[in-house]
């Protein structure tokens, strides 16, 4: 099959010399690793292949002193045996989107969501803060009563259930859904406040997309939370948590249930909204913690004087980011403390918010330390790629951006300091691997038609403009199939708004179904457009 594929594009393509190029996710923490990736090698190069993309912890990891050194000789091993079989190598640089491996060597270098104004109250024995949870409650909770504050929508195949709850005397049901079936409350959320959504479901035989929903009522775009869960199957009671920003919404919509129909029954019950504080917080420089008194923000606490260090003990772990939901750190205070009991203060403060599913966690973009780990990142990899070299430039599905202080400081929109990184990113690049080391990077940060636009996850901004930052010596990896022609002519220039010509390669996905048909496909519709490798 991917033979095939690759006979159709040297059929198809004009250069003499197509780029073939294969993915190749690898963690070589063992001889056999080593074993099963030169044998893939070798069915790459049998196939007609011409390079290899690598995807490898150690990429990330051999900077860290953690990282053994027998792991980075695999991967150079492996690298080697690749250039040996007359494969090219692509090496991935800046992993600033899926950055969970590069951030375990400080995990505080996350990009890191703004909180302010959260209230706390010192407690009656005057050495503890407790947090004052502003938010309200929802309505009938266990719908104990009734329809009438969660059947809104008025989706079909959406019901209550007296006899299966989790609590009290009912649940919500969805049985075999022949479209949406989604609950629907109206709340009122503070501005730029951490929350946590607790829910429990139960399914029996439920195969559809299950998700929650956090929407403002005033811009539907606008989502401090959007997630599906994982109910599939047939499962007991049990519970699902979730943190989220609530970002510059007020007035809100919680929606929960199906989107898109389902099959079997899925029950859903006690739902609950609480304003939490310092879940993954955060702390560097662009991150920075302050406790005032409400009444008078100009005055402050000192930490260390009037209350005690604050830190998540997660955010010393190396790997931190493992739920989306814990109990947060408490904030104690000295036998010398000048806050009293019954005294309320504000504390504004940086979070990080993993993307639920994968747990995805984006770098910061502009913090200093994260910058010099990316330049002793690249000379660590310099050292072991073998000659002539590519370079994957990770501009990928960055979903978390411009938030920390920091980045805020530039007073630039989420598009021009896109921009700004990957300039910054390419000079270290041309510094490191010099002038002449090919580099691609990949299309959906810099498409306006795929990822950059506004509201685009947990990014604050607009993400237009991002391509300004391309240069025309960058090789784009084109993977917005969706839209694969507009994409396509897009990058090469065809339109005002993006003069520049790039050379670019498809990047389809061929693991299942027919992937020569797929690549036939992908072929005609980039047929007359200049630039295709």
């Known amino acids: 099959m991917l033979l095939l594929a690759a006979r159709l594009l040297l059929a198809q393509a004009a250069p003499a010399q197509p780029e073939l190029w294969y993915w190749h996710h690898s963690y070589l923490a063992t001889d056999a690793a080593v074993a099963s990736s030169k044998t893939l090698i070798d069915r790459a190069a049998a196939s007609g292949y011409t390079g290899v993309a690598f995807w490898d912890s150690s990429f990330s990891f051999m900077s860290d002193g953690f990282w053994p050194p027998e792991n980075v000789a695999r991967l ?11 494969l090219r190598v692509m090496a991935p640089l800046a992993p ?22 959260a209230r706390f109250r010192v407690d009656a024995s005057g050495r503890r803060l407790e947090l004052i949870n502003s938010f309200p409650g929802l309505a009938s909770p266990g719908f104990e009563s009734g329809e009438s504050d969660w059947f809104g929508t008025h989706d079909s195949n959406l019901s209550l259930d007296t006899a299966a709850a989790h609590t009290g005397h009912a649940a919500a049901v969805i049985r075999n859904a022949r479209g949406n079936a989604r ?12 929350y946590h959504l607790r829910f429990f479901f139960k399914s029996d035989a439920f195969r559809g997309l299950a998700q929650v929903g956090i929407l403002d009522r005033a811009n539907a775009d606008n989502q401090p939370l959007s997630s599906p869960f994982s109910a599939s199957g047939t499962h007991p009671w049990a519970q699902v948590d979730f943190t989220f920003n609530s970002r510059d919404v007020t007035n809100a919509w919680l929606y929960l249930g199906v989107w898109g129909g389902s099959s079997g029954t899925l029950w859903l019950d006690d739902v609950q909204i609480e304003e939490t504080a310092l879940v993954y917080l955060a702390r560097r420089d662009g991150a920075p913690v302050r406790l005032y008194d409400p009444a008078n923000p100009a005055r402050t606490f000192r930490e260390g004087a009037d209350f005690n260090p604050i830190a998540d003990p997660r955010m010393s772990q190396r790997t931190p980011f493992s739920d989306l939901y814990h109990d947060p750190p408490p904030i104690t205070l000295p036998a010398r403390t000048s806050l009293r009991p019954g005294q309320a203060v504000a504390l504004d403060f940086y979070a990080v918010f993993p993307i639920p599913g994968p747990l995805q966690v984006a770098m910061c973009l502009t913090d200093p330390a994260a910058l010099a780990w ?26 978390q951006m411009n938030s920390c202080a920091t980045c805020r400081a530039k007073k630039l929109d989420a598009g021009a300091l896109l921009a700004w990184s990957l300039g910054n990113t390419i000079q270290t690049a041309r510094a490191t691997f010099g002038p002449a080391a090919p580099l691609y990077v990949w299309s959906d940060m810099f498409d306006p038609r795929h990822n950059a636009h506004d509201h685009y996850y947990s990014v604050e901004g607009d993400l237009s403009g991002s391509w300004r930052g391309l240069p025309a010596n960058v090789t784009v990896l084109n993977w917005n199939l969706d839209h694969l022609r507009d994409s396509l002519e897009w990058f090469a220039g065809r339109g005002g708004r993006q003069p520049i010509t790039h050379a670019q390669i498809i990047a389809g996905f061929y693991d299942h179904g027919d992937g020569a048909q797929a690549a036939a496909a992908e072929l005609e519709q980039a047929r007359g457009i200049p630039g295709l490798r």
């Open 96 to 117: 600033l989107g899926f950055a969970n491996d590069a951030l375990q060597a400080n995990p505080n270098w996350a990009e890191a969501q703004r909180v302010t104004g």
């Open 183 to 194: 609950l629907r409350q109206a709340i009122t959320l503070t501005p730029w406040r951490q």
């Open 374 to 399: 990316q330049r002793r990142n690249a000379e660590a990899i310099r050292a072991i790629l073998p000659p002539g070299a590519a370079l994957l430039l990770n501009y990928d599905e960055i979903r």
């Open 76 to 86: 150079r091993t492996v690298l080697q045996y690749a250039a040996s079989k007359g």
